[in-house]
């Protein structure tokens, strides 16, 4: 009846549970959506999770305006064929300022990306917020709750972390916190793909191997996606076949290169690949424990 | 393509070199990508401890920035790798007694579980404590991987001593299937593959003992689901959402709500690819049923024969918080998709985990296990642990904080306490109350010692008495005369104090009575305790707020005197704290007003409730 991987079919049931786990003890939960195949993936779920009924939350993007041209036209295109309540935020403020990836290094990322959630999720009165992290992302995520409770301000104090039994989530909350909730936990970057692959799921396309314009940062590869690259004097972008692997602000996602141009043969690469997918984001490299350092801030 | 999914618990201390072999494990599959591996190259010469050159696996997996510095594991910490046979979950959990909750949230979701042992050392009252603790679980699949064998000669006697103590302590576990491996996690014997230096051992390494191993956890035969979420997207769909706990399902299938034994048929079993010609095991579902029967989330539908209905439970509960548990305590019992209030009625005994014995006691501390009585404020389906983990597993949790404080596996269900029926009596408080021309309440003084309790319940009662209202007075110290005066001060006997207190004011006001009760009542989770005995709007909380210097300086009776000068201990306001109330029904500040016009000020709010005309 059903010839999935028997892996992926427990995968899937623990995280469908999740999902209803949240919706039904939360009173204004919300699924932040991120475009990436995380994100497509728990969207695949949380549709299984209520079918036949909607979604019982919204889902929020925030646009850094950063993002790859191709991923908001995936992401209007994939609102629109599922009738999702998807809504979109943008730091007004920090348009204004004219705060930008070139500039302003990690104060980007804090003020366009951290604060706006925080500040969505305050406004928005959320109690839950789903996401779609995963615990072999990143070391300090190796023991990030399922059901994890963020104190005022969106703190996260590892050494207070909830003990989680079984599939019993605990999703009470005293005055002042909220949770974010990670369906994908135990999920790695092999079994979201294979699972892509088995349920036929729609990704950016940027994750398959195309000729792209590029340029050389710090070692590497930066796809142009729009006018506002800034290019060092004399440069001009570079064609090379390449694909990414984890997609965030396009100057700070970097590309790999890669003859990977369909599932299987970007599976291929995936089983004999011997790097970690988050090598290719210039965020995390700055020191050791930034991660940890970023969560405890409020990062997601 | 890996073909199934193996849950792993994976316990020893740090000494023991469990994250070693957990790194090189990770390693040898090809789980730790070469960024990565180069991340712990520079972490090895930073912080490691095998020596110059070499790269120490156990950073590797030990997480958090503050545990790499101190060199302990703390947290449970879950690791992915496969191989082409299987897919593995690890729960790495920390090894020493600060952490066995650590342990049991890590033994919670697994399957089997590898035990490490020093060949130096051979088997520890840590050892005894990880297989107790894993046996407790239900974990009935056990690799013993004897490490360093490399520090006594590769000796085969000195291995085969340890697997026979190991497999004496296992008879007194239960049933549990055990295989003992001899290996040198540092250098890789027998990790993932044989060892050179190990002939005369012929049996699997570590890792192909994982990939053999076939646990059977605990499932009941029959079909049981409790209810997540009733799927209601129109009029006319009603899908019941949840995941199955035991047995298989078909359309056409008899089930029943396990609460109400009201019995339908399963007409589909939905789901987003079409719907399901059957149902196993761990399978999410949605259900429609062939008639409307009644089911909410909370509620277990199954199959003959159905789960009982528990109105109390016997349990062994691991205690996780640092207030121990007492008597008296009132939790957030969550058990399935059901929560419902938990009161500890008893606690008998603590399991002393090293020697496998129990002693007798009163309180629960941190990383204790116990066996707990526990009753609900309404009944709760469930089955014993040995079961079923779904039904059978619990966790209570704190009604303030909201934290997750202890976890319980169901041993018995409250049968016997079903025998004693409550007696349904015709005259009931509403219609006692109304023959004396008032509500019932309690009126609830809460401060600290000295504030002006007494005094001013004292002018209420008066006022009211000269209204012709019926009423009763409960004195902190007057009770302790007779009731109460078994009972002394420490933490256990201060709740059981309150819970007595509680229950005869209930009586009070089943009588038809204001009930006055002035007490210090120093903690909020008591006062909660005393106001969920009574209906929601019979209970008023009063607190009389005078300042801790003011009090002292009044000291009617000298005891701030006495506690100053050490003569009396766990005093409020001087060695122990007060909780002062966050919303209660009336705040009464002593140093704005009289005693008369403070009364005058409650006679007025009763008045304003409704509670006297």
Avoid at chain 1, 144 to 154: A, D, I, Q, T
Wanted: with cysteine.
């Amino acid at each position: 009846m059903d010839d999935r991987p028997a892996h992926l079919r427990a995968l899937e049931a623990e995280s469908i549970q999740i999902l209803r786990e949240v919706a039904a003890q939360s009173a204004r939960p919300v699924m932040l959506y991120s475009i990436g195949k995380d994100s497509s993936v728990l969207l695949h779920l949380a549709r299984k999770a209520f079918f036949p009924g909607r979604l019982p939350f919204p889902l929020v993007h925030v646009d850094t305006t950063w993002k790859f041209r191709d991923m908001i036209t995936f992401r209007d295109a994939t609102a629109a064929r599922f009738g999702l309540d998807l809504r979109v935020h943008t730091n007004q403020e920090g348009l204004r300022q004219g705060i930008n990836p070139f500039d302003h290094g990690s104060t980007y990322t804090q003020v366009m990306k951290t604060d706006t959630l925080k500040q969505v999720l305050t406004e928005g009165k959320y109690d839950a917020a789903i996401g779609g992290a995963r615990r072999d992302e990143e070391r300090s995520r190796a023991k990030e709750r399922v059901f994890s409770v963020r104190g005022p301000g969106h703190s996260w104090e590892p050494k207070r972390q909830r003990p989680e039994l079984w599939t019993l989530y605990n999703g009470m909350l005293a005055p002042g916190e909220t949770l974010r909730v990670f369906p994908l936990s135990n999920w790695t970057e092999l079994d979201v793909w294979t699972y892509i692959a088995a349920e036929g799921i729609d990704v950016v396309p940027l994750y398959f191997a195309a000729e792209r314009p590029t340029v050389m940062r710090d070692g590497q590869i930066i796809v142009v996606d729009d006018e506002r690259m800034r290019f060092e004097p004399g440069e001009a972008p570079v064609m090379r076949q390449v694909r990414f692997r984890s997609l965030g602000c396009y100057p700070l996602s970097a590309a790999v290169e890669s003859d990977a141009t369909t599932l299987d043969a970007l599976l291929a690469e995936m089983r004999a690949t011997r790097q970690s997918e988050r090598a290719g984001r210039l965020i995390d490299r700055d020191e050791d424990a930034s991660m940890e350092r970023k969560k405890r801030e409020g990062y997601f | 393509m890996p073909d199934s999914l193996l849950r792993v618990l994976t316990c020893g201390s740090v000494d023991d070199g469990k994250s070693t072999l957990l790194g090189r494990l990770l390693a040898e599959c090809g789980a730790v990508p070469e960024d990565v591996l180069a991340g712990l190259e520079r972490d090895s010469r930073r912080w490691g401890t095998v020596g110059e050159g070499q790269l120490d696996y156990a950073l590797l997996v030990d997480g958090l920035a503050a545990e790499r510095e101190q060199g302990v594991t703390i947290d449970v910490a879950y690791r992915y790798f496969e191989t082409p046979r299987r897919r593995f979950i690890l729960a790495d959990a920390p090894g020493h007694q600060q952490y066995t909750r650590n342990m049991v949230t890590g033994a919670s979701t697994s399957d089997l579980a590898v035990l490490l042992v020093d060949a130096r050392k051979g088997l520890l009252a840590q050892t005894r404590r990880h297989a107790a603790i894993a046996s407790l679980l239900g974990i009935r699949d056990i690799v013993l991987a004897v490490n360093k064998m490399d520090l006594v000669g590769f000796d085969p006697a000195v291995f085969e001593e340890i697997t026979a103590a190991f497999t004496a302590l296992l008879d007194r576990l239960g049933e549990v299937r055990l295989t003992a491996i001899p290996v040198v996690a540092r250098d890789g014997d027998n990790v993932t593959g044989p060892s050179a230096r190990m002939p005369w051992y012929a049996g699997p390494s570590v890792l192909a003992a994982l990939e053999e191993a076939e646990p059977r956890p605990a499932v009941p035969p029959a079909f049981r689901m409790p209810v997540q979420w009733v799927n209601r997207p129109d009029h006319v769909f009603r899908g019941y959402a949840g995941t199955l706990a035991g047995g298989r399902l078909r359309p056409g299938d008899l089930i029943a709500n396990s609460a109400s034994g009201l019995e339908a048929r399963v007409t589909r079993i939905v789901s987003m690819d079409g719907d399901r010609a059957e149902a196993g095991c761990g399978d999410p579902v949605t259900l429609v049923l062939d008639r409307e029967i009644d089911v909410s989330r909370g509620d277990v539908l199954a199959a003959a024969p159905l789960p009982k209905r528990a109105e109390s439970v016997d349990a062994w509960v691991v205690w996780m918080d640092e207030t121990p548990l007492f008597r008296g305590r009132a939790y957030h019992f969550l058990l399935g998709t059901r929560s419902v209030i938990g009161t500890v009625t008893e606690i008998t005994t603590r399991l002393d985990v090293d020697s496998l014995t129990e002693t007798p006691v009163r309180e629960l501390a941190l990383n204790e296990i116990g066996r707990v009585s526990i009753s609900l404020s309404h009944p709760v389906v469930c089955e014993t642990y040995a079961e079923s983990r779904t039904l059978g597993g619990f966790i209570l949790v704190d009604r303030l904080t909201r934290g997750t404080v202890g976890a319980g596996l169901v041993t018995a269900l409250g049968a016997a306490r079903n025998e004693v029926h409550w007696q349904r009596l015709d005259v009931d408080k509403a219609a006692r109350g109304a023959l004396m021309g008032q509500r019932p309440a309690v009126l609830w003084f809460t401060g600290l010692s000295g504030a002006g309790k007494s005094t001013i319940a004292n002018l209420v009662e008066k006022r009211l008495h000269a209204m012709g209202r019926h009423t009763m007075i409960l004195d902190g110290d007057n009770v302790r005369h007779g009731l109460n005066k078994d009972l002394g001060f420490s933490e256990a006997d201060r709740v059981e104090n309150i819970r007595r207190v509680a229950e005869v004011s209930k009586l009070f006001v089943e009588a038809g009575l204001i009930v006055l009760v002035s007490f210090i009542s120093p903690y909020r989770t008591e006062r909660m305790l005393a106001r969920d005995s009574v209906e929601a709007g019979e209970f008023l909380e009063i607190f009389v707020d005078t300042p801790v210097a003011e009090c002292r300086r009044r000291d009617p009776k000298g005891l701030y005197r006495k506690a100053d000068a050490g003569q009396i201990r766990n005093f409020t306001g001087v060695d122990a704290p007060y909780e002062p109330p966050e919303n209660p029904e009336i705040r009464l500040q002593t140093l704005a007003a009289a005693p008369d016009a403070l009364a005058e000020q409650v006679v007025q709010a009763l008045r304003e409730r409704g509670l006297i005309v």
